[in-house]
C-alpha cells in the first residue's frame, strides 16, 4: 500500500489513491494509520478515486485521526489538490473535485499554491440548529462564558474573538476546547477558532479542530476567523474583503465576498512518499 505525506502550514495529511488501497478506511484502521509512533504520524488521510461524475477530475474523501469523516479541510484541499496536479491526473489551472461538502473549484497560481473557491459561507446550519439568523450566540463550557459566530463552510466553525494576543496565546486550549467542540448546542461537534485582530485585514487565530485538538493551522478554521472578523467590520478591501490569518503553522489569505462567497489562498507540500510493511498491513487486516 502506497502513500505520500504532505503537509501545508504544519497540518499534514498521508495521501491515498483508492486503487492503492487493499481494504476499506474503517475508523479503527484510520486512527491505527494515524497513530504517532506506532503509524505512518499524521493528522488524517485523504482518500482520492477517479469521479464517476463527469466534469470532476477526483472525488476526495478526508477523514480525521479519530477514524471519524471530515466534510472538508482547507488545508487537506490543497494538499489533494496540488498532488492531482503534481501526479498527473490534470494538466489545468482550474478544475474540480468533489468533496462531502460538494464541489470546489481550485485555481494553481503556483508551483507550490492554489486559489480554492470554498463556495458561500452560512451563518445557519442543520449543526447549530438552535442559532440565530446571524449565527451570533453565547455558550459556556469548562466554567466560561464565550460569545461566538457560527459559520458553516462545508463543516460547522465556532469562532471566537478575543481582545488581544496576549489573551488569545494565554488560553489552554487542549483543556477548553473539547468541552466546546462537544456542547449540546452542537449535535455533529464542531471546530472552534479563537482569534484577535492585528491590524486592518490581518488577524492572528489558533485553531481547535473537532476529531483532532489543537493544530498548528485549519483552512477551514481560518476561513470561519476571517468571516467573523468580517462580519464585525474587519478585512482590508470593498466588495471583497481580504483577511490575512496568522496561524502557528504559517499564513492563510481568506477573500470575502459581499454574500460571504469565500476564496482560500496558500501552500501546500509534499514531505515523503512511503509503502506500508506487509507487517504492519497485516495488523490493519486484522483491525476491525
Not at 487542549?174 to 484577535?196: C, D, K, M, Q
Not at 485553531?207 to 468580517?230: D, K, M, N, P, Q
Request: aromatic share 8%; charged share 25%.
Amino acid at each position: 500500500m502506497k502513500f505520500e505525506k504532505w503537509q501545508a502550514l504544519g497540518n499534514d495529511y498521508a495521501i491515498v489513491e483508492a486503487r492503492d488501497l487493499p481494504f476499506e478506511l474503517t475508523p479503527a484502521r484510520i486512527r491505527a494509520f494515524c497513530a504517532g509512533h506506532f503509524g505512518v504520524f499524521a493528522d488524517g488521510i485523504l482518500l482520492l478515486s477517479e469521479s464517476e461524475q463527469p466534469g470532476f477530475v477526483a472525488d476526495l474523501k478526508i477523514f480525521n485521526p479519530d477514524g471519524s469523516e471530515a466534510e472538508l479541510s482547507g488545508n487537506g484541499a490543497r494538499e489533494a489538490i496540488m498532488y492531482l496536479r503534481q501526479r498527473g491526473w490534470t494538466d489545468a489551472d482550474e478544475f474540480s473535485i468533489m468533496t462531502a461538502a460538494g464541489e470546489i473549484r481550485p485555481q494553481i497560481t503556483g508551483p507550490t499554491t492554489c486559489k480554492v473557491d470554498m463556495g458561500r459561507a452560512r451563518l445557519t446550519s442543520k449543526d447549530f440548529p438552535s442559532g440565530p439568523a446571524d449565527g451570533l450566540a453565547e455558550l459556556t463550557a469548562d466554567g466560561a462564558t464565550w460569545r461566538f459566530q457560527h459559520v458553516s463552510i462545508g463543516n460547522p466553525q465556532c469562532s471566537i474573538r478575543v481582545e488581544s494576543v496576549a489573551e488569545l496565546e494565554a488560553l489552554d486550549l487542549p483543556a477548553i476546547g473539547g468541552a466546546i467542540e462537544h456542547h449540546e448546542l452542537f449535535p455533529n461537534r464542531t471546530n472552534v477558532s479563537w482569534y484577535a485582530a492585528l491590524e486592518p485585514g490581518r488577524i492572528r487565530a489558533r485553531i481547535f479542530e473537532r476529531g483532532v485538538g489543537e493544530t498548528l493551522s485549519s483552512g477551514t478554521g481560518a476561513t470561519g476567523a476571517a468571516v467573523a472578523h468580517v462580519m464585525r467590520g474587519g478585512g482590508a478591501g470593498e466588495d471583497v474583503s481580504t483577511v490575512t490569518v496568522v496561524l502557528d503553522g504559517g499564513e492563510l489569505e481568506v477573500e470575502v465576498a459581499e454574500d460571504l462567497h469565500v476564496n482560500l489562498t496558500g501552500w501546500a507540500v509534499p514531505v515523503f512518499r512511503g509503502e506500508l510493511s506487509e507487517n504492519f498491513l497485516k495488523e490493519l487486516h486484522e483491525t476491525e
